[in-house]
């Protein structure tokens, strides 16, 4: 069956790629590689023995989606691609609203063209704003956003929602991921942020590998257990097998899904700072900083509806998300930067 992936070359969609060819469907892939690398489908035929077919463009061109839709006969789509940067959408409001927003309606009109009425769509967490109470249903309100990157997926939320009432033979799934980290553990793919990195376990990778020399951690003064923020930080490789989950049980079925994928567990950053060092064998050094603005004390998901419906729960932990992160840094320490 083939799907197209919209955004297959970056983090999270290159190791869906992977695990999507190994379950024996056929990922077509386009990415206007602004935040990642072609050398990534070597990567991917190194570990599958299959070269996905890539088409290098934008989502928000819809001649060019017009034009691959017409040479295959696609099932579905999962759609990654969007910029991702919380600060930077502060800074960039617009563009974080023409990729995210206007690049899925976009995508939406040209699968209309052609007939697919299927679409998986990255969500976040970051919808749930700051959780009255956790861990976080998916009935639980959404909406109350801090930053125009939440806000984007929001939005699309809300359209494809809109949509889906307008066309209920379609099958629209919402997966609202909690934080992912990790890295396939032939250490060949991984996490590659461009510049300082925003999140937590490629800083804490950077500074282990001696990229950076210490890590801010942002608040300690938190209500948890050590006083530092907590998430639900989930494994990259148990994410990719979440959309392969509902791909195969509701991504033919029409309906409007919505589902989170998490662990169900929280870790603070000294947790997290302490099994990595466990991981690489070597101390990290931090200090504490105060708080990020916009940042949230703790956040973890419910996972039952996940579990129930789509037979699917994470299994990794949290020794195995460090001990891959680990190995992906150790052997690639500037990430795909130095092999494009
Ligand atoms: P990523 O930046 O590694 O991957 C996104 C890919 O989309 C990149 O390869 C990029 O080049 C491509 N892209 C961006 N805009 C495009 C456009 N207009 N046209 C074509 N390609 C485009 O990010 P990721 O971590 O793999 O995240 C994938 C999706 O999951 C994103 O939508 C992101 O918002 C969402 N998400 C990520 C996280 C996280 O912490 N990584 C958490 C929640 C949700
Ligand atoms: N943190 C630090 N130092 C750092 C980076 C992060 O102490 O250098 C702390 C944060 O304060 C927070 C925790 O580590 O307590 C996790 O922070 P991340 O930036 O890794 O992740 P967030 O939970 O802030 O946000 C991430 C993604 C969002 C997504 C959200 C929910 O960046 O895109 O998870 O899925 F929306």
Known sequence: MEVLVTGGMGYIGSHTCVQMIEAGFTPIIIDNLCNSKFVVLDRIEALTQVRPLFYQGDIRDESFLDHVFSQHNIQAVIHFAGLKAVGESVSQPLAYYDNNVTGSLVLVRAMCKAGVKSIIFSSSATVYGDPERVPITEESPIGATTNPYGRSKFMVEACLSDFFHAQPDW???????????????????????????????????QVAVGRREKLSVFGQDYPTVDGTGVRDYIHVMDLADGHLAALNAVGRQAGLHIYNLGTGNGASVLEMVDAFSKACGKSIPYEICPRRPGDIARCWAATAKAEKELGWKATRTIADMTADTWRWQSHHPQGYQSES
């Open 171 to 205: 099958s629209v799934t919402l997966l609202r991921y909690f934080n992912p980290v990790g890295a396939h553990p032939s250490g060949t793919m991984g996490e590659d942020p461009n510049g300082l990195p925003n999140n937590l376990m490629p800083f804490i990778a």
